[in-house]
């Protein structure tokens, strides 16, 4: 079995609009192929990445029942914690002013933050052995500068 650790990215952008639609559509493909998920980041971007890609299907007249299934994968604050779950939330522990509070489409320093965050706890499980590769969704380097993580 591999293990992927993957980021959302700038919350505030495409990325967690992008990895729950990926998610939702290759979920059982993932599966059976024996690949674990490690998503990397926060639950309130999970949410608002999964009412934005709802939202979004619903508007093409998609219907996906595999997307409600992604909100309730086990979200874990350790990367042991993981164990065998072909699909985990690896929590970084970064919290925004208030729950559900994500302005898409904007620059804030927190957002760069979160996703820097998110990008070094998976480069560290990588270089640790922890996962096998890692992916990233976009992050707004605008965002990152404004944070002085860069």
Known sequence: MSRIALTFGDPAGIGPEVVCKWLSAAAQELAAAGQQIVLVGTPDTLRSG???????????GAQN????????MPV???LSAVGNQPLSLLDTGV???ESGSIRFGEVDALYGAAAIESIEVAARACLAGDVDAMVTAPINKESVNASGCA
């Open 50 to 60: 999964l009412q934005v890609a709802a939202k979004a299907l619903n508007q093409q």
């Open 65 to 72: 029942s595999e997307l409600s299934k992604l909100s309730d």
């Open 76 to 78: 874990v604050s350790k």
């Open 95 to 97: 919290r925004f002013a």
